[in-house]
């Protein structure tokens, strides 16, 4: 199964054309890499407002993108920080979520260079 959603990228190539595409698998790569560290970072040291603000970000943009488990991976963690969960609980969620990030950030990539 593709970590993109062949039906999402075919809509934005439809409506926007495959650069548009390639551009936005290129934002895609570089701010989720930003993100993702940062949720790193935050599970790392702690700071539930750095994996909240990570977590709440990587939802939207992966789902535009059409990386949609990514997306829902990373809503499981914003709920989980908002609901309290324990930072190893919300490790165990981040290592659900980091497999899935890694694949579409491979995909992503090979759409950026076009």
């Known amino acids: ?3 993109l959603d062949p039906d999402k ?3 934005l190539t439809s409506y926007y054309g495959a650069g548009f ?3 936005l ?3 895609y790569v570089e701010d989720s890499q930003r993100l993702a560290a940062l949720l790193e970072q935050g599970l790392r040291t702690g700071d539930r407002e750095d994996v909240t603000r990570a977590s709440h ?3 939207s943009t992966s789902a535009q ?3 949609n ?3 829902q991976a990373a809503s499981d963690l914003e709920q989980a920080v908002r609901r309290g969960d324990t930072l190893e609980q919300l490790r165990a969620l981040e290592a659900v979520f980091t497999p899935l990030f890694r ?3 491979a995909e992503a990539e090979l759409l950026a260079k076009g």
């Open 1 to 3: 199964m593709p970590a």
């Open 9 to 11: 990228l075919a809509e």
């Open 21 to 23: 595409l390639a551009e």
């Open 25 to 27: 698998a290129g934002l």
């Open 57 to 59: 970000d990587l939802k």
């Open 65 to 67: 993108v059409g990386a």
């Open 69 to 71: 488990r990514v997306s």
């Open 103 to 105: 694949e579409a950030l």
